[in-house]
């Protein structure tokens, strides 16, 4: 295989510093750059400009390469134009060139090269750096020798270098670590790397480790190895976190997460979410260990996974994002004793409940209470559940759950009883309120001067769910209605008279 002189391909953009009063900005045929240090170096003329960004619509990398563009410098001010069409524009995609970090601007002309990177920042903003482009490598080439791939490569300037990292694909994506070998920190030096385990088809590149800068990497050499076929090893169970924050409460403002150390040889990795809460990026073309999380409308608590193919077990990091609304389950499991518990309140940090009495309106208001709650019913009424609880990005809307009551005598004195037909074998109810709660005269209450009406009814099973609901604009003063659907069993027949609702039970016999 011919060496290749190599140029630098994409640096990591979490160790950059960036400019002063930077900016980038396009249509669809024009790069705009303020300030950037790239204008420095470039004199007015055509170039060939090689352009990366994220696809917002796609979803992925893109790099377009359009030869012949102008390059016009004035006062700090540059100025790339392109035919029409050429670039990510909000006049015709929706967006623009900031939106699409990470990406890059090349511009070459004869042996000259200008570079700059743009990125997202945890802040939200576009972060711009240029890197001098000093010949780094001199070359990186690879053979076959028998069953192995032999990789050289010449460094041409290494000041700083600690180390070389060997990365190697069957696809030519997703790439993983094989080896590493020491640096000399010598310029003009040579070393050579065995590939003892390759596969039939090989992509390798090579990323120099530089202590406090940036790291570089190598363009891409492939070596083919037709009877070779490579033998991952056998998984192990790994140890590995996820570090990042726990929290994204801000649409604009990304999220950086990587693994608690490198990725180990010879494994591969994808990440993935389970939520569609926030937009996940991923950069294997640099950092495969690392990803954002970009907040999208909505709020949810999501899982981050990476999935190694070296280790047994996913690594897994829960997520809040934003806060949304919790979900209340309660249960009536012995009297008067009502329990309920909040789910869906991600990173929750304090928690509060609230009982309301349904008959009298009389709220109880439990703060500083946990996850779960247990309450006393002190009465015979209808009671409501309600809970919310408090993250780092707020406090969450109001969650309830409502119609829980223990059976029993009623008070006779607070009118609040109705009458329901005895143990109905057919599943007609009749329903009313009772004239005189103490002893009311009959199944059925006959209409009586100043009698209560009935606007709506609710009928719930042993477990709280509403099973039928019935509504009577006018009020009546006493209905029919038909359960005959249901199966037997005792049900909770909640009245509401256009002020409270009341409750009564009943058992259907089938």
């Known amino acids: 295989m011919n060496k290749a002189v190599l140029l630098l391909a994409v640096l990591f953009p979490g160790l950059m510093q960036t400019g002063f009063s930077q900016a980038i900005s396009n249509t669809d045929n024009v790069i705009t750059l303020n300030n950037t240090c790239l204008n420095g170096g470039v004199s007015n003329g055509t170039y060939n400009l090689e352009l990366n960004y994220f696809d917002l619509d796609a979803f992925a990398s893109q790099t377009l390469t359009i030869n012949g563009v102008s390059v016009v410098v004035s006062n700090g001010v540059m100025t790339i134009t392109a035919p029409g069409g050429s670039f990510p524009s909000a006049n015709t995609r929706g967006w623009s060139l900031p939106d699409a970090w990470p990406g890059h601007i090349k511009l070459t002309s004869g042996s000259f090269i200008g570079y700059m990177e743009f990125f997202g920042q945890p802040d939200g903003t576009v972060g711009i750096n240029c ?20 990789l ?12 070389f990292e060997i990365y190697r694909s069957s696809t030519g994506s997703n790439y993983y670590k094989i080896g590493q070998v020491m640096a000399t920190g010598v310029s003009n030096s040579n070393y050579s790397f065995t590939d003892a385990n390759p596969d039939a088809t090989n992509y390798y590149y090579l990323k120099e480790l530089k202590s406090g800068l940036p790291a570089i990497f190598t363009t891409i050499v492939v070596v083919n190895c037709p009877s070779c076929h490579y033998t991952p090893p056998t998984p192990v169970l790994c140890s590995y976190t996820i570090s990042g924050p726990d929290h994204i409460c801000n649409l604009e403002s990304p999220a950086v997460y990587t693994l608690s150390s490198s990725v180990p040889n010879f494994n591969t990795i994808s990440w993935s979410i389970d939520q569609s809460a926030a937009v996940l990026r991923t950069y294997p073309a640099f950092d495969r260990g690392q990803v954002t999380l970009l907040k999208k409308n909505g709020a949810a608590g ?35 004793h009502l329990d309920a518990t909040m789910s869906n309140a991600p990173g929750a940090t304090s928690y509060e409940w609230w009982l309301t009495d349904e008959n009298t309106d009389n709220i109880t208001d439990y703060p500083g209470s946990g996850i779960s709650k247990g309450f006393l019913l002190t009465s015979s009424d209808v009671y409501d ?78 477990q709280g769910v509403v099973r039928k609901t019935f509504s009577y604009s006018g009020g009546v003063e006493n209905v029919s209605v038909d359960l005959s659907s249901l199966n037997g069993g005792i049900y909770t027949i909640q009245v509401f008279d256009n002020k409270s609702w009341k409750s009564g039970q009943v058992l259907l016999t089938k």
């Not at 890197?131 to 032999?150: K, R, T």
């Not at 050289?152 to 180390?163: D, H, P, V």
């Not at 897994?316 to 389950?329: D, E, M, R, S």
């Open 131 to 150: 890197i001098p482009l000093p010949v780094y490598f001199n070359s990186f080439s690879g053979m076959l020798s028998g069953a192995s791939v032999v």
């Open 152 to 163: 050289n490569w010449q460094t041409g300037l290494e000041s700083g270098s600690t180390a």
């Open 302 to 336: 999501l899982t981050l996974t990476a999935t190694l193919s070296g280790c047994t077990n996913p690594i897994t990091k829960l997520i809040a994002v934003g806060t949304p609304t919790p979900v209340i389950t309660a249960t009536i499991n012995f009297c008067p």
């Open 385 to 462: 559940v309600e809970g919310a609880y408090t993250n780092a990005c707020g406090t969450s809307a109001q969650a309830y759950a409502y119609g829980y009551q223990c059976g029993g005598s009623f008070s006779a004195a607070s009118g609040s009883l109705i009458n329901v037909s005895p143990n109905p074998s057919r599943g007609m109810v009749n329903i009313g309120f009772a004239k005189n709660p103490a002893s009311p005269a009959s199944s059925k209450v006959a209409a009586a001067a100043g009698q209560r009406k009935i606007y709506q009814i609710r009928v719930m099973d042993a």
